[in-house]
């Protein structure tokens, strides 16, 4: 992968963890959730560390890692989400 590949990459796995951390905070908004050990505030932090370790990774298995975290974050909250509607 060229340098400029995989700074693409980061800059895009940096929007994904922003929209993540978005959707999580607006769930939180909208539940009144409070607590630092609340699942989706432990969710939460979780998607911070790896959105800033993105900038800090030099392998593309790191990026690799870190997109599986935020693909593990974002069907975490889709099911929350959905167990809420049933």
């Known amino acids: ?3 400029y590949a995989f700074s ?3 800059e895009v796995l940096l929007e994904k963890g922003a929209s993540i951390l978005a959707d999580l905070f607006r769930y939180e908004q909208e539940k009144n ?4 050990n609340h699942p989706v505030q432990v969710m939460y932090e979780l998607v911070w560390t790896a959105k800033r370790n993105i900038l ?13 975290q935020f693909d593990f974050a974002k069907e975490f909250l ?5 167990d809420d509607n049933v």
Not at 33 to 36: A, H
Not at 58 to 66: G, H, K, M
């Open 1 to 3: 992968m060229t340098r």
């Open 8 to 10: 693409l990459r980061q």
């Open 33 to 36: 959730l409070t607590g630092q």
């Open 56 to 68: 800090l990774t030099t392998s593309e298995e790191d990026l690799d890692r870190i997109e599986g």
């Open 78 to 82: 889709s099911r929350i989400e959905a």
